[in-house]
């Protein structure tokens, strides 16, 4: 395993945190948004090894405010990317990284009244960013 650098783990953790981001705006409102808040938290606190390293070390990440689509537009290409340093410098911290990112997607959906129409399209969306190229 290659060692990441900071902008790696920069676009790492912008991604993941953005992904749940996205999945939290689907379904908007201040109950949803702290039940989602908690469910993100145990979520990413269940990961391990390299992957954990990179989503609770360092400052939170910053995403554009100016709309869903522009953070959308920042987050999608950013799971690729981020499977693809993955892939390259830690190939074993790829399929963790994917099941922390989906995982914590999940629980966030789930965490108030379950998963909305909105909420799994979002989803199905962060998914193909995180498949792995042929």
Request: aromatic share 4%; glycine share 6%.
């Given at each position: 395993?290659?060692?990441?650098?900071?902008?790696?783990?920069?676009?790492?953790?912008?991604?993941?945190?953005?992904?749940?981001?996205?999945?939290?705006?689907?379904?908007?409102?201040?109950?949803?948004?702290?039940?989602?808040?908690?469910?993100?938290?145990?979520?990413?606190?269940?990961?391990?090894?390299?992957?954990?390293?990179?989503?609770?070390?360092?400052?939170?990440?910053?995403?554009?405010?100016?709309?869903?689509?522009?953070?959308?537009?920042?987050?999608?290409?950013?799971?690729?990317?981020?499977?693809?340093?993955?892939?390259?410098?830690?190939?074993?911290?790829?399929?963790?990284?994917?099941?922390?990112?989906?995982?914590t997607a999940d629980a966030v959906?789930?965490?108030?009244?379950?998963?909305?129409?909105?909420?799994?399209?979002?989803?199905?969306?962060?998914?193909?960013?995180?498949?792995?190229?042929?």
């Amino acid at each position: 395993m290659e060692r990441l650098t900071d902008e790696e783990k920069t676009t790492l953790k912008t991604a993941a945190f953005g992904a749940v981001f996205l999945v939290s705006d689907a379904d908007p409102g201040l109950f949803a948004m702290i039940k989602e808040s908690f469910a993100a938290s145990g979520a990413i606190a269940d990961t391990s090894g390299l992957v954990k390293e990179v989503l609770t070390t360092g400052a939170l990440p910053s995403l554009p405010r100016r709309s869903s689509t522009a953070v959308e537009a920042t987050v999608l290409p950013g799971l690729r990317r981020a499977v693809e340093i993955l892939r390259d410098k830690a190939p074993e911290e790829v399929e963790p990284y994917r099941q922390a990112v989906l995982g914590t997607a999940d629980a966030v959906a789930r965490a108030h009244r379950g998963v909305h129409a909105a909420e799994a399209a979002v989803i199905a969306r962060i998914t193909d960013a995180l498949a792995l190229p042929d």
